[in-house]
């Protein structure tokens, strides 16, 4: 194994144990052995997931004044993925072994035997690549690997009783369900464009190899935004809106070139011929992770997708990838895609439901600018990214924005008034930030056990709190501490954080 594959390896394996000993995340049913591709989450895996949903909300959600969130079921009718492409379009490239019936996915199989990327690939030119450098079966070494076909990966669903057909599926995009809310919401909310319809939910695939943790599962959230908008308008952007972000740099490697290049806006949309609006939510993508999830901007990018690997819906489509040293690459964590009117336009033909607007004076039906990010996904680049060691100890320096605990509150020592004290400061703090409460242990390990999990501050209590009713503010990354006054301990954290 060369150097990179084992370092990638060995903090794989490290990120992996701390998310099971601490409550970050752990395969589901795993007292029954667990299930590839199921994973639940811990306590503090599910808060951090909280704080990413609630960071997602506020900035996306609250970009426009048109843009709102609905909820959904995630069954729904086989009509839905008729109409939208999915039941003959979803698929992954199968491959069975005609010796031990192993059946996995030939382009991964490919990838990592050759080398190579195939993602452009025919099934039957993944089946010419098998043959032709005399591949054997993964599990049982045969040579005898039957065709490559397609494989739908959506999970059927029978609602009616036994006999009686009522095919439906679980849903494999969140967005499908704002495409059957767009007529009620337009006409609910004052019958505007852009008009954006969010969902955070679940989303399920039945993935052939579902492998590398929480990047690849059967079952996992995403967060999704649709913007509904008039195509004529595509290009056309208010005057100061563009002025505001033309000179914006935006991180990309574009289909043709080798390396990611900085191209402000304005050199996007003439250059690389990308519509405003298009380079608009680019931006708005862009933004999200530098600045607001602060990942370093040499890890980040966003890659246009060539004719043949982008999804069958889109027009354009640009992913955003984060490079993930635990994964060895730049891997996929959302994207920003141009749908058109492919989705609506297909409900109107199989539902025969109306779906065209009168805006604009004119009658039409809207497009769809698609902003999806993997949820879990997401969580595991924030874990690799900022994961840290130093000599004495392990560092997850998530900023505040996604660590799954704000503040933890120890008495520097489990007597003399310093745990009530303790819990008083908790009790202050608690109604505003989400507190830790722990007294057991040397301090050095109750900072240690913090850091691990990047809490980003720890308050301590003393003898001179009982004194003059100060306590030391320590912070994560520097590991210094202040010392302040209980009564201004709060306005204090505020500033700082
Ligand atoms: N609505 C568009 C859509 O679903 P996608 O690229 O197929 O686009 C969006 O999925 C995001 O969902 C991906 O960028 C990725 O972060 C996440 N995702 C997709 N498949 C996943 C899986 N099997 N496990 C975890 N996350 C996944």
Redesign the pocket.
């Known amino acids: 194994m060369r150097k990179k594959e084992k370092e990638a390896v060995e903090k794989l394996s490290k990120i992996t144990t701390i998310a099971l000993k601490r409550g970050f995340f752990w395969p589901t049913a795993e007292i029954y052995g667990g299930k590839a591709g199921l994973l639940s989450y811990g306590h503090l895996g599910k808060a951090m997931k909280n704080k990413f949903e609630n960071l997602w909300k506020e900035y996306f959600i609250k970009s426009n004044e048109n843009y709102y969130e609905i909820g959904s079921s995630v069954i729904l009718p086989e009509k839905v993925f008729i109409a939208s492409g999915h039941l003959e379009h979803f698929n992954d490239p199968l491959v069975e072994c005609k010796t031990c019936h192993f059946r996995f996915r030939a382009d991964q199989f490919l990838e990592s035997r050759l080398k190579i990327k195939v993602e452009e690939l025919t099934p039957e030119e993944m089946s010419d690549l098998i043959r032709k450098n005399k591949l054997k079966c993964p599990k049982c070494g045969s040579w005898h690997l039957g065709q490559v076909k397609w494989f739908n990966m959506m999970f059927p669903i029978q609602l009616g009783a036994v006999g009686i057909k009522d095919m439906a599926y679980l849903t ?4 499908q369900a704002s495409y059957l809310a767009f007529k009620r919401e337009f006409e609910a909310t004052r019958k505007k464009l852009p008009l954006g319809i969010a969902i955070i939910g679940k ?1 399920f ?1 039945n ?1 052939l190899s ?1 492998r590398q943790l ?5 079952e ?1 959230h ?1 967060a ?1 935004l649709q913007i509904f908008f008039d195509p004529a308008e595509i290009n056309r952007l208010d005057k100061e809106e563009w002025k505001q972000i033309s000179k914006y740099k935006l991180i990309m490697l574009p289909q043709k070139e080798k390396k990611v290049k900085e191209i402000t806006c304005e050199d996007t949309n003439k250059k690389l011929k990308l519509p405003k609006f298009y380079v608009k939510n680019l931006a708005l993508a862009q933004k999200f992770y530098i600045e607001q999830l602060k990942i370093p901007k040499s890890k980040f990018r966003l890659r246009e997708l060539s004719e043949k690997e982008r ?1 069958f819906y889109n027009k354009i489509h640009w ?1 955003v990838e984060l490079e993930l040293e635990t994964l060895g690459e730049f891997r ?4 920003v ?1 141009y749908r058109t009117d492919h989705d609506l336009g297909g409900h109107e033909k199989y539902s025969k439901e109306n779906l065209k607007i009168f805006y604009n004076n004119k009658k039409f039906i809207p497009h769809v600018l ?1 902003i ?3 949820i ?3 969580i595991w680049a924030l874990m690799d990214i900022f994961f840290k060691e130093e000599k004495e100890r392990t560092v997850f320096s998530f900023p505040i924005t996604v660590s799954p605990i704000d503040i933890a509150i120890f008495p520097l020592v489990s007597r003399e008034a310093m745990p009530e004290k303790a819990k008083e400061v908790y009790n202050i703090l608690k109604k505003d930030l989400l507190c830790f409460y722990d007294e057991t242990g040397a301090i050095g390990r109750r900072y240690r056990r913090q850091d691990e999990i990047g809490t980003p501050y720890c308050i301590t209590i003393d003898s001179q709190t009982l004194k003059d009713d100060t306590v030391t503010i320590r912070e994560r990354d520097s590991m210094k501490q202040k010392r302040v006054k209980i009564g201004t301990l709060l306005v204090e954290l505020k500033n700082i954080m």
């Open positions: 494999p995009e969140t967005a989303a695939r993935e579902p929480i990047t690849r599962m059967k996992f995403q999704e999804a992913d996929e964590v959302g994207g895609h698609e999806s990010l993997g879990d996904r997401d």
